[in-house]
Every structure is written in structure tokens, then in C-alpha cells.
């Protein structure tokens, strides 16, 4: 059904809303999607690249956790430019938390945020938590942050907690919300931003080729969305998939040069984007290729 409606020709949504009331926009349109399917879809039906990458971000958030509500969400991890657990200030204390995260995708306009926070219990050795807090809350204070030099259209915002009641979900935070999330937000931004391309490919009529390699990269989006988000084996076929953005990049720019000028200046605007945490992807590539490969001995 992704692939079907993925073919079909599109009207791309309105800009110049609000973040919340573009994405309640995108969701009456689409109908309950899949994780995958917000992403795809989301981004084919996007104005910009930016607000492709919030509904491939969107959809990191209910691969992550498939019970969060259908609301606009943000994960909050950051501080002070670290995501360690050590470097953690934020604590949780009898459901109730206390501290800031620096930097938080559009948590201005989020109506529910998830927060990592340090767990520190008698005789127990420090852990991470991940919790969830509702904007404009108790003790919840979010402040909206200049707009960056790419993707402007979606906001970043700074979060102050005071003594705010949250729930805790259950499980580790580090090991089965925050360190996943890494991988599970870059596989679906490349399928969001992916699919705003081949849109774009299809109303500009790209050569044949291209838009059909673009497919394929977004088919192979899929097959990874099926693996777990901590494997060697997805960190590796992830890497896969960004060597096969990355060898269409000069394609892209051709095409986009020789069309219409709005695309041009959209993507040259905001293409840093799908350089977002390339450090640590490469890192974690490294790692999963070592892993394979002690295991073959």
C-alpha cells in the first residue's frame, strides 16, 4: 500500500503553517500510518526538506515507541552539546523531574516530549531513564531558539524542568530508547528526505533512471526499518544506504540546477541536514563491521 500511494501523483501541502497545525494536516491526509509509511509519504507530501526531515523525525518517534500519542513529539537528550549518560544533569525522582536539555527538536510546538533523565537509586548503580512530560505542564518551560542557517522552517527550542511529574516507560533508557533512536532517526530522515526528492523528480520529470534509483533507495529504507535498531547488521546496511545517497548527490544537483530554481535554492538551502550526526553514524559503522567480522572468525 506505501508503494502504491508512494506512485501516485501528489499535490504537495501548504507552507507557511504553523509546525502543529502542518503535521494535524499531514495526518488527516495520510490515516493512521505506520512509522515507515509517516516518513515516505510525509516527505512526498512536504513543501520543503525540512519539514520532510520533522515527519521522517515523526516517525523515528513512533518506530521508537508505537504507543505515543499521534500529537507532534520530540525526544530531549542534549546538554550542554553531550549526549553521554555521564555528562547528564537531569534527574528523576519519584516521577518527578528536575534539570534542562540545550537543544530539542521542535519542541516549541511539541505537545508531548520525551525526556532522558539520570536515575539514581540506593545501592544501585546510576541508569538512564526515559520519561514523558506534557508541554505546558507543571514545571515544564520551553524556550523557542534562533532559527539555524538550514531547515529554518522547523524550530529548536531549549527545556526547563522544575519538579515536573512525568511517566516513566518501562525498560532501560539508554539501552532501549536513547542509543537506538540514533540509528532508527537517520534510517527514517533518509527515507523521508528520499521521498521529497523523488517528489520532486516526479514533477520536474527527472531522467527515468534517477527517479527509479531513488526508489530503490527507499525500498532498501524498508527492509532496514525491519531490523532491530541496536543489530551490526543495521548499522552496517544503514551505511549501505547513506554510500547510496551519497553517489547520487552529484546526479541531484544536476537535475536540480536544470529545473526549477525554487527546488534548486530549497535544497541547497537545507542539504546539510543529511549530515546531521554523520560522525557518530560512521562510528557506529566501524564498531558493527568489527562485530561482524570477529564473529566470522
Same mark, same amino acid.
Given at each position: 500500500?506505501?508503494?502504491?500511494?508512494?506512485?501516485?501523483?501528489?499535490?504537495?501541502?501548504?507552507?507557511?503553517?504553523?509546525?502543529?497545525?502542518?503535521? #494535524?494536516?499531514?495526518?488527516?491526509?495520510?490515516?493512521? &500510518? *505506520?512509522?515507515?509509511?509517516?516518513?515516505?509519504?510525509?516527505?512526498?507530501?512536504?513543501?520543503?526538506?525540512?519539514?520532510?526531515?520533522?515527519?521522517?523525525?515523526?516517525?523515528?518517534?513512533?518506530?521508537?515507541? &508505537? *504507543?505515543?500519542?499521534?500529537?507532534?513529539?520530540?525526544?530531549?537528550?542534549?546538554?550542554?552539546? =553531550?549526549?553521554?549518560?555521564?555528562?547528564?544533569?537531569?534527574?528523576? =525522582?519519584?516521577?518527578?523531574?528536575?534539570?534542562?536539555?540545550?537543544?530539542?527538536?521542535?519542541?516549541?510546538?511539541?505537545?508531548?516530549?520525551?525526556?532522558?533523565?539520570?536515575?539514581?537509586?540506593?545501592?544501585?548503580?546510576?541508569?538512564?531513564?526515559?520519561?514523558?512530560?506534557?508541554?505546558?505542564?507543571?514545571?515544564?518551560?520551553?524556550?523557542?531558539?534562533?532559527?539555524?542557517?538550514?531547515?529554518?522552517?522547523? #524550530?529548536?527550542?531549549?527545556?526547563?524542568?522544575?519538579?515536573?511529574?512525568?511517566?516513566?516507560?518501562?525498560?532501560?533508557?539508554?539501552?532501549?530508547?536513547?542509543?537506538?533512536?540514533?540509528?532508527?532517526?537517520?534510517?527514517?530522515?533518509?527515507?523521508?528526505? #528520499?521521498?521529497?526528492?523523488?517528489?520532486?523528480?516526479?514533477?520536474?520529470?527527472? &531522467?527515468?533512471?534517477?527517479?527509479?534509483?531513488?526508489?530503490?533507495?527507499?525500498?532498501?529504507?524498508?527492509?532496514? =526499518?525491519?531490523?532491530?535498531?541496536?543489530?551490526?547488521?543495521?548499522?552496517?546496511?544503514?551505511?549501505?544506504?547513506?554510500?547510496?545517497?551519497?553517489?547520487?548527490?552529484?546526479?541531484?544537483?544536476?537535475?536540480?540546477?536544470?529545473?526549477?530554481?525554487?527546488?534548486?535554492?530549497?535544497?541547497?538551502?537545507?542539504?546539510?541536514?543529511? #549530515?546531521?550526526?554523520?560522525?557518530?553514524?560512521?562510528?557506529?559503522?566501524?564498531?558493527?563491521?568489527?562485530?561482524?567480522?570477529?564473529?566470522?572468525?
Amino acid at each position: 500500500m506505501l508503494w502504491e500511494k508512494l506512485l501516485q501523483p501528489h499535490t504537495r501541502m501548504a507552507d507557511g503553517l504553523m509546525l502543529e497545525d502542518w503535521y #494535524s494536516a499531514l495526518l488527516e491526509q495520510l490515516t493512521k &500510518p *505506520s512509522a515507515l509509511e509517516l516518513a515516505v509519504l510525509g516527505g512526498r507530501l512536504a513543501p520543503t526538506p525540512g519539514l520532510a526531515f520533522l515527519a521522517g523525525y515523526q516517525g523515528a518517534l513512533r518506530a521508537l515507541w &508505537p *504507543s505515543a500519542p499521534w500529537t507532534l513529539g520530540a525526544l530531549c537528550v542534549t546538554e550542554n552539546k =553531550s549526549v553521554r549518560p555521564a555528562d547528564m544533569q537531569t534527574r528523576l =525522582s519519584q516521577l518527578q523531574l528536575s534539570g534542562k536539555k540545550d537543544f530539542v527538536t521542535a519542541g516549541d510546538a511539541a505537545q508531548w516530549l520525551l525526556v532522558a533523565a539520570r536515575e539514581d537509586a540506593d545501592g544501585q548503580p546510576p541508569r538512564v531513564a526515559v520519561t514523558v512530560v506534557i508541554s505546558g505542564a507543571p514545571g515544564v518551560q520551553v524556550e523557542q531558539l534562533p532559527a539555524l542557517g538550514f531547515m529554518p522552517d522547523v #524550530s529548536h527550542a531549549r527545556l526547563r524542568l522544575e519538579q515536573a511529574g512525568c511517566e516513566r516507560l518501562p525498560g532501560d533508557g539508554w539501552d532501549d530508547y536513547v542509543k537506538p533512536f540514533r540509528s532508527i532517526e537517520d534510517l527514517h530522515v533518509l527515507a523521508a528526505v #528520499s521521498a521529497w526528492l523523488y517528489g520532486v523528480g516526479q514533477d520536474s520529470a527527472w &531522467p527515468v533512471d534517477l527517479q527509479l534509483r531513488l526508489l530503490s533507495l527507499l525500498s532498501g529504507c524498508a527492509e532496514v =526499518s525491519r531490523g532491530g535498531a541496536n543489530a551490526p547488521t543495521t548499522h552496517v546496511l544503514l551505511g549501505g544506504l547513506f554510500a547510496q545517497f551519497a553517489a547520487l548527490n552529484p546526479e541531484l544537483d544536476n537535475a536540480l540546477a536544470a529545473g526549477d530554481a525554487h527546488w534548486a535554492t530549497l535544497w541547497q538551502r537545507d542539504k546539510a541536514l543529511m #549530515s546531521i550526526a554523520k560522525t557518530a553514524r560512521n562510528t557506529r559503522l566501524q564498531k558493527a563491521q568489527a562485530q561482524l567480522a570477529m564473529r566470522a572468525e
